[in-house]
């Protein structure tokens, strides 16, 4: 993750913080701010036609055209690098507080059992001094009368040992007293960077879905032009007139391409269906409104551990399921999806609001596997994406994920606590 200067960081936390305020105000979701898109000034086909009036004017309009054609592979190339480094930084951003918050739960439990330690050290402290009290209160002279110089020995040793051991009692106590209080004042510092971490990683989510959202622009904006653009320099480099297949190639090349996109992902969907429908796996709501949000076996579960493409201890924050590529990917519930797009390590990624603290996260999308929009409510069982390896991946697998008050949970309890097996 990026460092920023201290002026920098505040204003993000505080840019954050008013967001998160206005959503919690009106229970809706964090609007990225998407600048207005400026489109490019393309030729027309009869500014093509007219160019042929003479040699300069075409070699102005073929420069023309190269330039445009050449700035969409650019835009293209500079949004998706954008987008990669923002999903960078928001996962980045995201691993950090996951981590802050899994220790701070930890320090949390120490806390409390250090507490529960000093109470107990102070209470029989406490019971010990008030035998002493008790045995104090005797009548010394009576027992210097009546009781014989070895039992007074005795009883005065005894009563030298247990006022020593009183002693190191309240020692004790103020010890373990002291501990909890350093703990405490350890939680309360962590808390305060808690806070910062969540601003931060929320601040980091809005840029790289604004990034992801501009390079989606971007390619859309190519596939919408480049076809036509390449048949409109086609004409000028061959010193042609136009012929109606010019002027429909590139509509002609896009409806193609769309539908045997379609084709191809109607039946990838139709063979994901049955095979989750066979194996029973995915997709269907139980009583409680959850889902399945996928088929396939556990190849990796939550905790700390060294992940594959580094060396280092990390929380993985979530489980994989291995259910083969292209598989389909459900909404574990009903919820407004609140990121789509590309995300960095995560690859394609979705994540969803369920209301009531409770959100789902789903990485390493395939290749345009991406079913929904940012904003998009989805039902419970609806198909969200489809599974890929994309992002720091060594194999197609979901990664699934689930927040609580924005701090992340094993799936699989929480699953089974509302009657779905995974």
């Known amino acids: 993750m990026k460092h920023h200067s201290t002026?920098?960081?505040?204003?993000?936390?505080v840019i954050a913080t008013l967001a998160v305020l206005g959503v919690l105000l009106t229970g809706g979701v964090?609007?990225?701010?998407?600048?207005?898109?400026?489109?490019?000034?393309?030729?027309?086909?009869?500014?093509?036609?007219?160019?042929?009036?003479?040699?300069?004017?075409?070699?102005?309009?073929?420069?023309?055209?190269?330039?445009?054609?050449a700035q969409l592979e650019a835009n293209v190339a500079a949004t998706e690098a954008e987008a990669m480094a923002k999903g960078d930084e928001f996962i980045a951003a995201q691993q950090a507080y996951d981590e802050a918050a899994y220790k701070y739960a930890t320090l949390e439990e120490q806390v409390a059992e250090a507490r529960a330690t000093a109470e107990e050290s102070m209470t029989r402290a406490g019971q010990l001094a008030a035998r002493l009290q008790r045995v104090g209160s005797n009548d010394l002279t009576a027992t210097l009368l009546f009781t014989d110089s070895d039992d007074l020995l005795g009883q005065l040793g005894r009563a030298d040992k247990i006022g020593e051991q009183s002693n190191g009692l309240f020692a004790k106590a103020k010890r373990d007293e002291n501990a909890?209080?350093?703990?405490?004042?350890?939680?309360?510092?962590?808390?305060?960077?808690l806070a910062v971490l969540a601003a931060e990683a929320e601040v980091a989510m809005i840029e790289a879905q604004q990034a992801a959202d501009a390079a989606n622009a971007a390619l859309e904006e190519q596939?919408?032009?480049?076809?036509?653009?390449?048949?409109?320099?086609?004409?000028?480099?061959?010193?042609?007139?136009?012929t109606e297949a010019?002027?429909?190639?590139?509509?002609?090349?896009?409806?193609?391409?769309?539908?045997?996109?379609?084709?191809?992902?109607?039946?990838?969907?139709?063979?994901?269906?049955?095979?989750?429908?066979?194996?029973?796996q995915g997709g269907t709501p139980t009583a409680s409104g959850w889902v399945r949000p996928s088929g396939g076996y556990i190849s990796s579960s939550y905790g700390w551990r060294i992940p594959p493409?580094?060396?280092?201890?990390?929380?993985?924050?979530?489980?994989?399921?291995?259910?083969?590529?292209?598989?389909?990917?459900?909404?574990?519930?009903?919820?407004?999806?609140?990121?789509?797009?590309?995300?960095?390590?995560?690859?394609?990624?979705?994540?969803?609001?369920?209301?009531?603290?409770?959100?789902?996260?789903?990485?390493?999308?395939?290749?345009?596997?991406?079913?929904?929009?940012?904003?998009?409510?989805?039902?419970?069982?609806?198909?969200?994406?489809?599974?890929g390896t994309t992002g720091t991946s060594t194999g197609?697998?979901?990664?699934?994920?689930?927040?609580?008050?924005?701090?992340?949970?094993?799936?699989?309890?929480?699953?089974?606590?509302?009657?779905?097996?995974?």
């Open 223 to 242: 596939a919408g032009n480049r076809e036509r653009l390449e048949a409109q320099l086609s004409v000028l480099r061959e010193n042609r007139a136009a």
């Open 309 to 387: 493409t580094s060396g280092a201890s990390s929380l993985h924050g979530g489980v994989d399921l291995a259910p083969g590529c292209g598989a389909p990917i459900y909404a574990a519930t009903s919820g407004t999806v609140v990121f789509a797009g590309m995300s960095g390590g995560y690859g394609n990624y979705v994540k969803i609001n369920h209301g009531g603290g409770a959100q789902t996260a789903y990485a390493h999308i395939r290749p345009g596997g991406i079913a929904v929009a940012y904003g998009q409510w989805v039902n419970a069982g609806q198909v969200i994406a489809y599974v």
């Open 7 to 13: 002026g920098t960081r505040r204003s993000r936390i």
């Open 30 to 69: 964090l609007a990225p701010v998407v600048p207005a898109a400026h489109a490019a000034d393309y030729p027309s086909w009869q500014d093509v036609l007219n160019s042929r009036a003479s040699e300069a004017a075409k070699k102005a309009e073929i420069a023309r055209l190269e330039r445009l054609l």
């Open 396 to 422: 197609c697998h979901l990664h699934f994920e689930v927040r609580v008050n924005g701090v992340t949970t094993d799936p699989v309890p929480f699953l089974r606590a509302r009657g779905v097996g995974i």
């Open 246 to 280: 010019d002027y429909a190639i590139g509509e002609q090349i896009r409806l193609a391409e769309e539908a045997r996109r379609r084709a191809a992902e109607e039946e990838a969907r139709r063979k994901a269906a049955e095979e989750a429908a066979k194996n029973n």
């Open 180 to 193: 909890a209080q350093a703990l405490s004042d350890q939680a309360k510092v962590a808390e305060e960077a």
